[in-house]
C-alpha cells in the first residue's frame, strides 16, 4: 500500500467512546481528575482500541521498542541487539521488545514506505499492541522551525533531509492505519509525527509522548504536536528510553481503569462529597445558578 492510500484510511478516534471512558474515570472511587494524564492516556487508549468496556481495555501484551539507524549506525545497532544493552535492560521492565532497524532506502519517498513496510510487519508477526519509537541519530535538522508551516508532509522531510525521521514517518502513520497506539522518545520521533500529522493530522490521536528530552526545540515540538509528556528525564538523545519509562506510567493508568471499583461497582450509596462526580458538577454549574439568580 503506497504511502498516500495508508495515510487516508486513518480513522478520527470515537469522541463517544473516550467520553465513556472518562466517565469512568470520574465515578471511580477517588477525587474526581485525580489521575490527571494517566486518565487521559488512558482514555485515548480505549479510544484507539474502541471500547471503553474495563474488561477489553487491557495493557498492551506485545510491546515493541523500533530503534531507527542508518549504515553509519550500524555498529550501534549490532550493541543494541545484545541482552546487556541499555536499551534491552530497559525494555525488559516493561515486556517490550527491542527491534533494532538499519535503513536502505534513499529518496524521502522510499524510506517512507520501508518505515511504514517494516512497521507493518513487526506489528503483524509480533502481535505488537503498541510500539515506541527510538532514533540513532543525534545529527538533527538546524531550523526546522522555518520550513514546519506551509509545506506538505513529504517536502517537508525532503527539506529535513533526515532518513531515520523519514523511515519514522512512514512507521507512525502505519502504526496508526492499524489502530495500535505509538509512543514517542526525543525530537527525531516528534519530527516524525509533525511530518506525518502533515499527510493526516488524525496520526496525532494515536501518539503519546513519553518524555520532554533535554535536547534543544523538545517543548516547541510537544506544544505544535498538542501533545504533554508526563515525564521529563532531561535525557539528551531518543533512542527510546523516555519511551520505556513512560510505559509504566501508561500501564499504571490502564491498570486503576480496570481494577478501582466505582461507587456503583463497590455498592456505595452515600457517596463522600468529596469524591462524589454529582457534587462536584453542581459545584461547578453554581456560579452560573447564582448569576441567573441575580
Not at 535492560?89 to 529518496?107: C, D, H, I, Y
Not at 529535513?160 to 502504526?175: D, K
Not at 492505519?177 to 514517542?184: C, I, S, Y
Not at 519511551?243 to 493508568?253: E, K, P, R, V
Request: charged fraction near 25%; include cysteine.
Amino acid at each position: 500500500m503506497h504511502i498516500e492510500e495508508l495515510a487516508a484510511k486513518i480513522q478520527p478516534l470515537s469522541k463517544e467512546i473516550m467520553a465513556a471512558a472518562q466517565k469512568r474515570f470520574d465515578n471511580l472511587i477517588k477525587p474526581v481528575g485525580s489521575l490527571a494524564q494517566l486518565e487521559s492516556m488512558t482514555c485515548r487508549y480505549a479510544g484507539i482500541i474502541g471500547s471503553s468496556d474495563k474488561q477489553l481495555v487491557v495493557i498492551p501484551e506485545n510491546r515493541l521498542l523500533l530503534v531507527w539507524g542508518e549504515m553509519k549506525h550500524a555498529a550501534k545497532i549490532e550493541r543494541a541487539m545484545t541482552s546487556t544493552h541499555l536499551l534491552s535492560v530497559f525494555a525488559e521492565t516493561v515486556q517490550a521488545k527491542v527491534l533494532p532497524l538499519l535503513l536502505t532506502g534513499e529518496s524521502a519517498y522510499e524510506l517512507l514506505e520501508e518505515g511504514a513496510m517494516l512497521t507493518g510487519e513487526y506489528i503483524g508477526e509480533e502481535k505488537a499492541g503498541l510500539i515506541c519509537l527510538g532514533a540513532y541519530e543525534k545529527d538533527l535538522p538546524d531550523r526546522w522551525q522555518d520550513y514546519a508551516d506551509g509545506e506538505d508532509g513529504l517536502q517537508f522531510l525532503e527539506k529535513l533531509q533526515s532518513p531515520v525521521i523519514a523511515a519514522m514517518t512512514g512507521s507512525i502513520l502505519q502504526a496508526a492505519g492499524m489502530r495500535v497506539p505509538v509512543m514517542l522518545d526525543g525530537v527525531a520521533t516528534c519530527l516524525a509525527a509533525l511530518a506525518a500529522a502533515k499527510f493526516n493530522p488524525r496520526v496525532l490521536q494515536y501518539c503519546f509522548a513519553g518524555d520532554e528530552s533535554a535536547e534543544e526545540g523538545a517543548g516547541e515540538l510537544l506544544r505544535r504536536l498538542n501533545l504533554q509528556a508526563p515525564l521529563r528525564l532531561s535525557l539528551k538523545n531518543g533512542e527510546g528510553i523516555g519511551a520505556l519509562a513512560c510505559l509504566q506510567l501508561f500501564d499504571a493508568g490502564i491498570k486503576a481503569y480496570r481494577e478501582m471499583e466505582t461507587f456503583e461497582e463497590a455498592g456505595v450509596h452515600n457517596e463522600k462529597e468529596d469524591y462524589s462526580l454529582k457534587v462536584q458538577e453542581e459545584k461547578k454549574l453554581q456560579p452560573v445558578e447564582n448569576l441567573r439568580k441575580r
